[in-house]
Nanobody, 120 residues
Framework: QVQLVESGGGLVQPGGSLRLSCAASGSIFKIGAMHWHRQAPGKQREPVATITSDGNINYADSVKGRFTISRDNAKNTEYLQMNSLKPEDTAVYYC??????????????WGQGTQVTVSS
């Protein structure tokens, strides 16, 4: 099994910054693409950013130019640097990863989520 644990959420004023981390642990053979999603109250969960194992990156239009996704493969960790935060960025942020614990069976794993609140 692979466990994902997010950290770094909190309360920040509009225009501020936060850095989220997502650490994978457990029986890990290889991690493929890693992602960040978010879910605002009363809304569906939506993708925010993706980074593949070889570093290809995609962002949702709503966060382009403000958010930066990265990963440290040696630490099995991904990050989301969020700058110029807006109230509409308020949501629970989830990381997820496509991973294998034996090189044969692959599955999608999700973290428990971390709350980000942007408010003055």
């Amino acid at each position: 099994q692979v466990q994902l644990v997010e950290s770094g959420g909190g309360l920040v004023q509009p225009g501020g910054s936060l850095r989220l981390s997502c650490a994978a642990s457990g029986s890990i053979f290889k991690i493929g693409a890693m992602h960040w999603h978010r879910q605002a109250p009363g809304k569906q969960r939506e993708p925010v950013a993706t980074i593949t194992s070889d570093g290809n990156i995609n962002y949702a239009d709503s966060v382009k130019g403000r958010f930066t996704i990265s990963r440290d493969n040696a630490k099995n960790t991904e990050y989301l640097q969020m700058n110029s935060l807006k109230p509409e960025d308020t949501a629970v942020y989830y990381c997820n990863a496509w991973a294998s614990n034996n090189g044969i069976t692959w599955a999608t794993y999700w973290g428990q989520g971390t709350q980000v609140t942007v408010s003055s």
